[in-house]
């Protein structure tokens, strides 16, 4: 099981069964608007507050994977979810709708492979036939809460990532078919003295570095074992400087190494250096990615999502932001 | 002609000093907002203000510097009225139809419109 120094493998190889994304309206005017599931029209789902509208976004998420996978949520074992807003009630407040077992989760926008990861685990050593697991953010709340709301109209330097509006969710079973779950390496808190919140790409990339070469180092590969190895959100600033540090230390980075981040919205959507929240590298890899998976167009992915793990209080005391990465391994076999 | 001149440039120059702040100085945009009311409260304590807007016009009294020195103005001309509590009476003397009117414009939008996120 362990591998190394922190990296799991999974010798049962859990299966993903099904997964679904569900995004806004500025997600749909991305190029991947037909990889999600649903999106909806307005930003307010119908609700009367934009937290309600995240909550509702992660509940549709989660009824849609469950019924892709031909199953009904009592047959769902255990709940792994986090988010971005405080006390993660997006993923509660799901987890009440859904009346399953539940594990709540924050690692920001790390999160989402950190449930899949742990999802894993648990299904890996029996302990479970299916897990759901998955993550979610909403630009209104989110920005509301680590930045300042939209409606003030602050003004954001060009180092500023935009927080998606979406929701990603799958489901691991021990039997079945899809993409399997082999490996996970799980990353440790990497602070470089970075305290910008408009600014997360750069404090994140010397944590998802840490992480990559941990993943490599214990599992004896290189960028050439992978078809793709996606990061989660470090955007034009961040990825450059990932590049950077691993070439430093002996790592190439090649094509295949790309961002989530930098996916999810087109070069004419005015998201400044790109995409972030705990539902863009969720929604990313559970449609998009998953997708190309399924269709064979790639056999072994390695999806490292980062985390900016600061507060809003921590910020305030002008603390400098520790960062996180986790990285898991999806393929076809 | 002159006067739009003036005020193109000494409103930009405000406004550049706003950017700088917020761009260089990494101060918040309340900060930065807060700083520069602070900064023309000052200057019409020593009496620059005034000359500003008869040489600039518009280009003094719309940036937010110009809310400054009204706050200061008005406590200066009821101190010298009504002495010491002339003051604290007079900040909102001259401002008064700005605050107002920011609050019952704003109570009047937000009947009508809804954030669009």
């Not at chain 2, 008869?54 to 020195?69: K, L």
Request: aromatic share 8%; net charge negative.
């Amino acid at each position: 099981m362990l591998h190394g120094h922190q990296t799991w493998e999974f010798h049962n190889k859990p299966y993903i069964l099904s997964s679904a994304a569900v995004g806004g309206p500025f997600e749909g005017k991305g190029p991947l608007a037909n990889d999600f599931d649903i999106l909806h029209g307005d930003t307010w789902l119908g609700q009367d507050s934009f937290e309600k509208a995240e909550k509702k976004l992660f509940e549709q998420a989660c009824e849609k994977a469950i019924e892709k996978a031909g199953l009904k949520k009592e047959d769902i074992q255990f709940f792994l979810a986090g988010d971005l807003l405080n006390q993660i009630i997006s993923s509660s407040f799901t987890a009440r709708t859904l009346s399953v077992p539940y594990l709540g989760l924050f690692g920001a926008c790390s999160t989402s492979m950190e449930a899949l990861a742990l999802g894993a685990l648990i299904v890996n050593s029996h302990s479970a036939e299916h897990v759901l697991c998955g993550a979610v953010s909403h630009n209104s709340s989110v920005e509301k809460q680590f930045r300042y709301p939209t409606e003030y109209g602050g003004q954001k330097p060009p180092t500023a990532q935009w927080t998606a509006t979406a929701a990603g969710v799958a489901v691991l079973g021990k039997t079945g078919t899809g993409p399997r779950v082999t490996a996970a390496t799980i990353g440790r808190v990497v602070d470089m003295g970075l305290s910008d919140p408009f600014n997360m790409g750069a404090a994140m990339a010397p944590a998802a570095v840490d992480t990559i070469e941990a993943h490599f180092r214990d599992l004896g590969r290189t960028f050439d074992d992978y078809d793709l190895v996606a990061t989660g959100d470090l955007a034009k600033v961040g990825l450059p400087i990932a590049k950077d540090l691993l070439e430093k230390h002996g790592f190439k980075a090649p094509d295949h190494f790309v961002d989530c981040g930098m996916m999810i919205y087109g070069k004419d959507q005015p998201v400044i250096a790109g995409a972030s929240g705990a539902g863009c590298s969720a929604a990313v890899t559970y449609g998009h990615i998953l997708n190309r998976l399924r269709r064979g167009e790639l056999k072994r992915v390695l999806i490292v999502a980062t985390g900016a793990l600061l507060s809003p209080l921590s910020f305030q005391q002008k603390e400098s932001i520790p960062c996180i990465a986790h990285g898991v391994v999806i393929e076809n076999i | 002609m002159q006067i739009y001149f003036w005020a193109f440039v000494v409103g930009g120059l405000i406004c550049v000093i706003g950017q700088l702040l917020f761009d260089v100085a990494k101060l918040t945009p309340a900060h930065t907002m807060s700083t520069l009311v602070v900064a023309g409260a000052i200057l019409d304590g020593f009496g620059l203000y005034e000359p500003l807007i008869d040489f600039a016009g518009a280009g003094a009294t719309v940036p937010i510097t110009s809310f400054g020195n009204a706050l200061v103005h008005g406590a200066m001309a009821e101190a010298e009225q009504h002495g010491l509590v002339g003051i604290i009476t007079g900040i909102f003397e001259v401002t008064s139809a700005g605050i107002s009117a920011a609050i019952i414009f704003g109570f009047l939008a937000s009947l009508v419109f809804k954030p669009k996120g």
